[in-house]
Nanobody, 122 residues
């Protein structure tokens, strides 16, 4: 399974940005896809996750109400729409395929994309 994140950039506080994650894998594979982020000097943290069907999604408290995760399985792409961005949202954003267990921990994801930088200026 390969994941490629894209769409990061520089945006002013209060603005919006959408990042995408292109997912490729063996036919019949199905994964929940999560977004994590890592700011300089900090640990990678959970942001959001969406089930394979798209019927279920979960968010970190810090982004709830501002971010929205979605997926288009016909395009093999997962999106993270970010609104009302804050400087503290600045980080490298990674998408990952969930393997087992809790959605909130990095060790439960076994495939990772390369990350895309999101910078929010004040």
């Amino acid at each position: 399974v390969q994941l490629q994140a894209s769409g990061g950039g520089l945006v002013q506080a209060g603005g919006s940005l959408r990042v995408s994650c292109a997912v490729s894998g063996p036919p019949g594979s199905s994964y929940a896809i999560g977004w994590f982020r890592q700011a300089p000097g900090k640990e990678r943290e959970f942001v959001a996750v969406i089930s394979w069907s798209g019927a279920a999604s979960y968010y970190a408290d810090s982004v709830k109400g501002r971010f929205a995760i979605s997926r288009d399985n016909a395009k093999n792409t997962v999106y993270l729409q970010m609104s009302s961005l804050k400087p503290e949202d600045t980080a490298v954003y990674f998408c990952a395929a969930h393997r087992t267990g809790s959605y909130y921990y990095t060790e439960n994801y076994n495939y990772w994309g390369q990350g895309t930088q999101v910078t929010v200026s004040s």
